[in-house]
Structure formats: C-alpha cells, structure tokens
C-alpha cells in the first residue's frame, strides 16, 4: 500500500473538488511554513511531502481537471487528509 495526501475544496465555485499535490516542470512538490517562495522546501517524492505535512508544512496543491483550481495553492496542514491508496 502507499500513502498520499488530498484537500476538498470547503469553498468557492467548486466546493467538492478534490486537489491533489502539485508536480512541477522540474518534477518537484513544494511545501512551505509560509506563502513566500523564499520558504519553499521542494522535494522529489511524495514520502518526503507526506513527512513535512506531519511537520506542519503547508503543500502546494491543485486540480488538473477543474475550471478554477488548475493553478497551485497552498492548502494548510489541517485541511490536508492522508490516504491510503
């Protein structure tokens, strides 16, 4: 089994839709303690994501599929859930 973690998004024009982890150009996922890109900590596997969410790190998230979440956005720690897949 491996883990992931998703947000549902608790408001706006989409309330339901599920946001996963954003993967960069460069393969990375972003999590940081603040919005500011000068406290990104990027990071090559979602093991090591999953390790700074249980740190309290906020993660990047978004939702391909979707009209108004394709961009990233940082979601806090308490509204991410861990999943089993």
């Given at each position: ?9 608790q408001?706006?024009k ?31 596997t ?40």
């Amino acid at each position: 089994m491996s883990q992931s973690i998703k947000a549902c998004v608790q408001r706006g024009k989409e309330i339901g839709v599920t946001l996963w982890p954003h993967r960069y150009a460069d393969g990375c996922y972003v999590a940081s303690l603040s919005r500011f890109e000068r406290d990104y900590v990027r990071v090559d596997t979602l093991d090591k994501l999953i390790d700074l969410w249980r740190q309290g790190y906020k993660i990047r998230m978004s939702a391909s599929d979707s009209d108004y979440h394709r961009s990233p956005s940082l979601i806090a720690p308490g509204a991410i859930e861990l999943t089993i897949v």
